[in-house]
Structure formats: C-alpha cells, structure tokens
C-alpha cells in the first residue's frame, strides 16, 4: 500500500467529512453493489465478474446465487491472505463498529433513504458481513491452500493483480480508489486502475469516483489522460450518475470500456 498522501490534506480536518484513520474492512450486498454499479443482475448472466477490493462484501456469495448465472464470479482484497476465518470475523467486527461509531458523528452528511438509521444501516453491513465469513470459512476448507484456482477469495493488493491479461468480462470496484484520496497518492491509482483494465476483456466501473467531500481529485482530467495514452486511447470513459448516494452528492462512478 502506497504510504505516500495524496492532495490536500486539509480535508482531515474538515467537519464536512467522514474522517477514517485507516481503510476499514467492510462491506455491501449485492443489491447495494447493483445500485452502486448501476447494474441490474440480468445483466451480469453468462459474465465473469471481480470484485476488487471486495472488503466483507456478499457480493461474490450472492452473486454465487444460481438465479443469476454468472460463470465466475471472484472477490480479492488485500486481508484475503488470512486463512483463519476467525481473525477475519474480529478485524471485521471491530471496523464495522468504529466505521459506524465515526458515522454517528457526522448523521447530517448521509441520506436516511437508503438506511432509515443507523442501526439499520449497521444491521445492513452486519448482513453482508456475516454472509461474507460463512462463505470465505465455506472457501478456505473446499479450496486447496496456495492453488488460487480452487478460490473464489484471493489475496491481492492492488496495484498488483494475480490474474492474467482478460480474465474476466467486468470488473467491479467500490470504496477504495478515490474515495480514500489521502492514504494513496496519483501513482497508485494510475497503476492500480490500468491493472484493473488489463484484467478485464471489456469493462471496469469504479464507484465512487469522488472523494469524501464529493468533489473529483485534482489530478481527475491528468489521471483518465495518462490512462488512456497508456492504453494507445483503446478506452472510452463514461462518468454515469447512480442511484444509490447515501453520502450526500457522492453518486458518480467510473466506467471504462476497452474498444473492440
Ligand atoms: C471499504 S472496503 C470496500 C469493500 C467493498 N468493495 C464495498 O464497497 O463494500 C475497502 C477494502 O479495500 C481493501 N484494501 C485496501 N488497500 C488495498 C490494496 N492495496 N489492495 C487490495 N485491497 C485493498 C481493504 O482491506 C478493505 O477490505
């Protein structure tokens, strides 16, 4: 992880924002992630999907789901090293507490649509986490220890990925990139968003593309530029709106196509 600070420091202490002092290790459901991504699961049919990084989220255990019928569908994350589930399960209960505990400070910046409080909110979180563990516990006694392709959890720290050139159709990435602007800098995500592009034969969608206080980065318009000369401008970006804003103004996400 990129020790170096990105811009504007300052936001640390604005009262305007949630201020974590580390990248918490939680995580949505699906139906969030749809909302997030702007998807709709009769899309993701026949797909081979990542979800990086992928925190405590259900998304790959429900996604897993037959009705959906996604070829593969892959959770990496930086934690996934852990094999003991039960270091997991307390490295998740405490962030998910201090996350909320951080949240109850600052009610007025989120919309209670989404989550009408926050002990629903904090029930939502639990949800996916709990369905996140059991499947990972499920994950580590069936998988071979050390053969990643008997895994559907698989450590990885970005901006490195253990995949190899278009593995999968999409790529999913929410709550890392960006939002944490003040723990890695331009160079990491440069690396880490054209490692997200070389894995996926056609799409990534990153959300949010904003930083806590719902402004872009400084360094927005430099980054896609660098992407896409890096890329001999194979790419197309697209800022699409979602529906899902739950910290007021940040509903922007990212989607970059690789042309045919
Ligand atoms: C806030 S969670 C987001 C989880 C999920 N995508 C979601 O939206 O609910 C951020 C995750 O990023 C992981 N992480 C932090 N740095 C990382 C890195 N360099 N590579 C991979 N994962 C990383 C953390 O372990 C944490 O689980």
């Given at each position: 992880?990129?020790?170096?600070?990105?811009?504007?420091?300052?936001?640390?202490?604005?009262?305007?924002?949630?201020?974590?002092?580390?990248?918490?290790?939680?995580?949505?459901?699906?139906?969030?992630?749809?909302?997030?991504?702007?998807?709709?699961?009769?899309?993701?049919?026949?797909?081979?999907?990542?979800?990086?990084?992928?925190?405590?989220?259900?998304?790959?255990?429900?996604?897993?789901?037959?009705?959906?019928?996604?070829?593969?569908?892959?959770?990496?994350?930086?934690?996934?090293?852990?094999?003991?589930?039960?270091?997991?399960?307390?490295?998740?209960?405490?962030?998910?507490?201090?996350?909320?505990?951080?949240?109850?400070?600052?009610?007025?910046?989120?919309?209670?649509?989404?989550?009408s409080s926050i002990s629903d909110l904090y029930e939502a979180r639990n949800n996916a986490f709990k369905r996140f563990i059991s499947d990972y516990e499920l994950d580590r006694l069936?998988?071979?220890?050390?053969?990643?392709?008997?895994?559907?959890?698989?450590?990885?720290?970005?901006?490195?990925?253990?995949?190899?050139?278009?593995?999968?159709?999409?790529?999913?990435?929410?709550?890392?990139?960006?939002?944490?602007?003040?723990?890695?800098?331009?160079?990491?995500?440069?690396?880490?968003?054209?490692?997200?592009?070389?894995?996926?034969?056609?799409?990534?969608?990153?959300?949010?593309?904003?930083?806590?206080?719902?402004?872009?980065?400084?360094?927005?318009?430099?980054?896609?530029?660098?992407?896409?000369?890096?890329?001999?401008?194979?790419?197309?970006?697209?800022?699409?709106?979602?529906?899902?804003?739950?910290?007021?103004?940040?509903?922007?996400?990212?989607?970059?196509?690789?042309?045919?």
């Amino acid at each position: 992880m990129s020790s170096r600070p990105a811009e504007d420091n300052d936001i640390l202490n604005d009262p305007r924002v949630l201020n974590l002092d580390r990248v918490v290790f939680i995580g949505r459901t699906f139906s969030e992630y749809m909302a997030m991504f702007n998807l709709h699961p009769f899309q993701l049919k026949g797909l081979s999907v990542l979800d990086c990084p992928s925190g405590t989220s259900s998304f790959v255990a429900e996604a897993l789901s037959s009705q959906y019928q996604l070829k593969k569908v892959i959770g990496c994350d930086l934690l996934y090293k852990e094999d003991d589930a039960n270091k997991l399960r307390n490295r998740g209960k405490e962030d998910l507490d201090y996350m909320i505990k951080q949240l109850s400070q600052v009610p007025d910046l989120y919309n209670w649509k989404i989550y009408s409080s926050i002990s629903d909110l904090y029930e939502a979180r639990n949800n996916a986490f709990k369905r996140f563990i059991s499947d990972y516990e499920l994950d580590r006694l069936i998988g071979r220890k050390g053969d990643i392709t008997t895994h559907r959890y698989i450590h990885a720290v970005l901006p490195k990925l253990p995949f190899g050139n278009a593995t999968f159709d999409l790529v999913l990435s929410s709550n890392l990139l960006f939002y944490y602007h003040n723990m890695f800098d331009y160079d990491f995500h440069l690396d880490s968003i054209l490692e997200l592009i070389r894995v996926t034969s056609k799409e990534v969608r990153i959300f949010p593309c904003q930083k806590p206080d719902a402004t872009f980065p400084d360094y927005f318009d430099k980054l896609l530029d660098d992407i896409n000369s890096r890329m001999n401008n194979n790419i197309s970006f697209q800022i699409e709106k979602v529906s899902h804003e739950f910290r007021r103004g940040i509903n922007k996400m990212l989607r970059i196509n690789k042309k045919e």
